[in-house]
């Protein structure tokens, strides 16, 4: 069916995906948390910088990464000297754009959802003999599972279309970090290729839908049939 | 003395003071809406802060401003039975009762949950979930959560509201019942005078100005 460039296109979208999602995931979850939850001097900045990849120009925030995390970034030389890690040019690279990007959509579905949690439900398993950690886990993360559910969708779905700040940090290079829509933005670049375009195209939605079927599965599961992800 | 409080509140710019002490087994606490009274319960359970002043139960020291003390809401031991009933949506009623149960496996129990299930005729609840009960139904599931958590002191925030005649009666006795055969000192809120002539051995009210008044 599929051929096996077109194998290590899809395979390679869905590792940095899938990658981005799982590392996103506790991160955003914090940050939901702290900014739904706590009220401090400088939420509001926090807020502010979660939501930065969302309106910055993608490119731009491929360019911060690599001032960031670039081999002589402020980060990435100190990664590279202590631990040999380059993010840079490679898939664990597209693995972080796409992170990065996906962060502010799942911290505001998790956020939505933090806050849809009565807090006087937590007070009442407080006054029951659950410590604040207790607590959580036992009230306010179960009842956020939609919000994870969404949000990791959402993040998903993301991550698979990344474009601007994978191909301006990771670049793109053919079976390391050209990821689906960096495969398409190169056929359209050939001529004679639009049938190869089509073809990851459609790749493309059939992910893209399967990931919201998935969840909505997942979210109907865990919660009846009353909820949804969108 | 079971009950022992000398606080000032300061609730959504509302300031008020009250003091009392209480030796009775089931203490109640009236006056018109607004007052503080359920302010008062969330100071006693440790969900709200008092700007100042001192809580005694049942010789424990909950609050004390001058002492800095301020003992977190799972340190008190409070069976609180709010007014909401405030179940866990997620949870089934039998888990609902187990939450507080697991909680509090160090003490020897008060009551057991077979007890509380019969006592409280909720064996046929179990295996629902909060949304599915009535508002009586939820109210008795909440008190039994309560009483597995194996408290001491019960806290009970208008627990015959909005409950028809007979259901409200059926509680009511279910509520003598705790008073008379479990050592627990209670303190309710209530409206309805009734109710407090018949459950109560020392009624505190609260007025909106000035200290409050004695029976």
Known sequence: MLTPTEWTIVALSLRVSIVAVLVTLPIAYGLAWVIARRRFPGRMLLDALVHLPLVLPPVVTGWLLLILLGRNGVLGSWLYETFGITLVFNWTGAAVAAGVMALPLMVRAMRLSIEAVDRRLVGAARTLGASPLHAFLTVTLPLSLPGIAAGAMLGFARSLGEFGATITFAANIAGETRTLPLAIYTGLQLPGSEGAVARLALIAIVLSLGALMVSEWLVRRSQGTRAHVL | ?215
């Open chain 2, 1 to 215: 003395m079971f009950f022992d409080v000398d606080i000032t509140m300061l609730v959504d710019d509302h300031a008020f003071t009250l003091q009392f002490v209480s030796d009775a087994r089931l203490t109640a606490l009236v006056g018109p809406s607004g007052v503080g009274k359920t302010s008062t319960l969330n100071a006693i359970a440790g969900l709200l802060r008092p700007r100042s002043g001192r809580i005694v139960v049942a010789g424990d020291v909950l609050f004390d401003s001058a002492a800095d003390v301020d003992l977190p809401p799972e340190k008190r031991s409070a069976g609180y039975v709010f007014q909401d009933a405030r179940l866990f949506p997620h949870k089934t009623v039998a888990a609902n009762l187990a939450y507080g149960e697991r909680l509090s496996a160090h003490s020897g129990s008060l009551i057991s949950r077979d007890e509380v299930v019969r006592l409280l005729e909720i064996e046929h609840l179990l295996h629902r979930l909060p949304a599915t009960l009535s508002g009586g139904e939820a109210r008795r599931v909440a008190i039994g959560r309560a009483l597995l958590s194996s408290p001491r002191f019960l806290l009970l925030d208008e627990p015959l509201s909005s409950l028809d005649e007979s259901r409200a009666e059926t509680l009511l006795v279910l509520i003598e019942r705790l008073r008379d055969e479990i050592d627990l000192p209670m303190l309710l809120v209530s409206h309805s005078s009734a109710e407090v002539e018949r459950l109560a051995g020392r009624v505190v009210t609260m007025t909106a100005h000035g200290p409050p008044g004695k029976p």
